[in-house]
């Protein structure tokens, strides 16, 4: 079977993480969403706290503003003052997800990954959306 990966953006209480674990478990695939800041931390040297950190402060801004310019393996070098600014570590997270494409089958919650993977005819996207209760 060739590698898919299904990339679930969602809104808040709509179900995204318990319908994506679901899948997962069924596909027997590996799931995916803030632990991909630990492996985009492994991959750069730089603190997992940092991405923890920008994740948390630009959480809605971040994402949307930079994922409009979609990762194409341009990385800050470590001796640039901008190493650990908000878009490289963005496009960390963005290379570990396009390099786990090649290699595995996964679902990812969240990370822009509909946008990163946007090119990959193996990325099935899902959007998760629930009303508001009355």
């Known amino acids: 079977m060739e590698k898919f990966v299904l990339a679930i953006t969602r809104t808040c ?3 995204g993480t ?4 679901m899948l997962a478990k069924e596909y ?3 799931l995916y969403d803030r632990q991909l800041m630990s492996l985009a931390s492994e991959d750069s040297g730089i603190s997992e706290a940092l991405f923890a950190s920008a ?24 001796e640039s003052g901008n190493f ?5 570590l963005f496009n960390y997270q963005a290379k570990i997800l396009k390099e786990m ?5 996964y679902v990812v919650i969240g990370r ?13 996207s899902i959007h998760m959306h629930a ?4």
């Open 13 to 15: 209480g709509s179900g």
């Open 18 to 21: 318990t319908i994506g674990s």
């Open 28 to 30: 027997q695939i590996g």
């Open 55 to 78: 994740d948390e402060s630009v959480k809605n801004t971040l994402l949307y503003k930079v994922s409009k310019k979609v990762y194409n393996g341009e990385l800050i070098p470590p």
């Open 84 to 88: 650990t600014s908000d878009n490289n």
């Open 101 to 105: 494409a090649l290699s595995d089958s």
């Open 112 to 124: 822009a990954a509909d946008f990163i993977l946007q090119d990959n005819p193996n990325m099935i």
């Open 131 to 134: 009303e508001k209760e009355i």
